[in-house]
């Protein structure tokens, strides 16, 4: 089966749509039943090195990222898009919603990770007309439509007025062998050092966007008891003016860590040295930080919203996230019961490990080798057979 992977996601790796793309990509080059190729459209050619790890050919195009995938709706460009990446396969497999405004002769499998700019209020402008009008060409080109969990897929469904067993889901997964190895005291001492990381520690891992929530996460710890502030500090991984200055205003700006971004390197020892890790987004399409932090042995409390419980598995403490004293009840709770906390811990471990790359590579790879029989129960997006 020769297949194209669009690797316009790829070198973004601090977004989670490009960690997808990379493992997933980094997954199906083992398969020895696919001949892959790969495109990418950019004027730079800094991505270079990134496609380079890989052992199929990448073909990288000169036409500008905004001509092929442009944020306004614009007319198809003159040339199909087999012709600007020199690419005759017989599917194309888009890893983010986006489509170029080129013909496509092959089958189209399409990634839809979320429905966030739907269902969350952001501060860019026209962005929900934008993502409407590219689920609307999603929903009239692809061949195959797949999301990263029942969530999504049922929100998915619902917005495409489709039955949700025609949206295939291949979750996201996590490293497991990279998170869960005890990290030794001295790397730790080092990436203690790196991040300025206080000795015990609350954390929320990730971005600073409205819909993540962490205003409320700061609320909550500003509930906490002082002498309970005093022994467990708040780390964010990112630092915010708005949230520094709301931190200020609470009286706990000296208890609030904001770090700069985490590397991968340095991502279990951040993850192994905190009491909890923290997600009470309002909406996610799955929440990567949930399994991550899961994988490396720490406890979890998110929001019993949108796909966390999902990805909880039973194993996080879920709390609503526009009830902010609850969150601070659900951290009081971890950090004081060591009988929970263990519980949480174990329940924790078994649930990341159910969340692999390689489980949802094969999905990708059903899709594109379909079983002998059509009404074969592992293939959830049947309508769309491919031959």
């Not at 206080?198 to 409205?210: M, N, Q, S």
């Not at 205003?215 to 003016?241: F, G, H, M």
Request: net charge neutral.
């Amino acid at each position: 089966m020769k297949v194209h992977l669009n690797l316009q996601s790829a070198p973004n790796r601090t977004s989670g749509i490009g960690v997808y793309t990379h493992e997933i990509a980094t997954r199906l080059m083992l398969r020895p039943d696919l001949q892959l190729r790969g495109g990418f459209s950019s004027l730079r050619t800094r991505s270079v090195p990134l496609f380079d790890t890989y052992d199929f050919p990448v073909h990288l195009s000169r036409i500008p990222e905004r001509l092929l995938y442009p944020a306004r709706r614009s007319p198809s460009l003159p040339m199909s898009y087999n012709t600007i990446m020199r690419d005759a396969s017989e599917a194309f497999l888009f890893f983010s919603n986006r489509l170029p405004v080129a013909r496509i002769a092959g089958t189209v499998i399409v990634v839809v990770h979320d429905l966030i700019p739907l269902r969350i209020p952001l501060e860019l402008p026209g962005l929900v007309d934008r993502y409407r009008r590219q689920l609307e060409e999603i929903h009239r080109r692809a061949d195959v439509i797949v999301t990263v969990s029942q969530s999504s897929r049922n929100d998915i469904a619902h917005e495409l007025d489709m039955e949700p067993e025609r949206i295939a889901i291949a979750a996201n997964g996590v490293r497991f062998e990279d998170l869960n190895p005890p990290v030794d005291r001295e790397a730790r001492a080092s990436v203690r050092a790196r991040y300025a990381l206080p000795d015990r520690y609350i954390l929320y891992f990730g971005g600073t966007r409205p819909y993540k929530n962490v205003a409320r996460i700061i609320e909550a710890y500003s509930l906490l008891n002082p002498a309970a502030r005093q022994r467990v500090k708040l780390v964010i991984t990112r630092r915010d003016a708005d949230l520094q200055e709301q931190s200020r205003r609470l009286g706990v700006q000296d208890s609030v860590v904001f770090t700069r971004p985490v590397s991968d390197d340095d991502k279990a020892a951040v993850y192994q040295m905190a009491d909890t890790t923290v997600l009470v987004s309002l909406y996610e399409g799955f929440g990567i930080p949930v399994i991550e932090a899961m994988a490396a042995g720490t406890p979890v409390i998110a929001s019993n919203v949108s796909s966390l419980p999902e990805a909880c598995g039973g194993a996080g403490l879920l709390v609503d996230p526009l009830d902010t004293r609850a969150l601070a009840e659900a951290l009081d709770r971890v950090l004081d019961d060591a009988d929970l906390r263990r519980s949480m811990i174990a329940s924790g471990l078994a649930n990341a490990r159910r969340f692999t790359w390689d489980a949802s590579a094969d999905t990708f790879h059903r899709l594109l080798t379909p079983p002998a029989r059509p009404d074969s129960p592992e293939r959830v997006s049947a309508p769309f057979a491919l031959s």
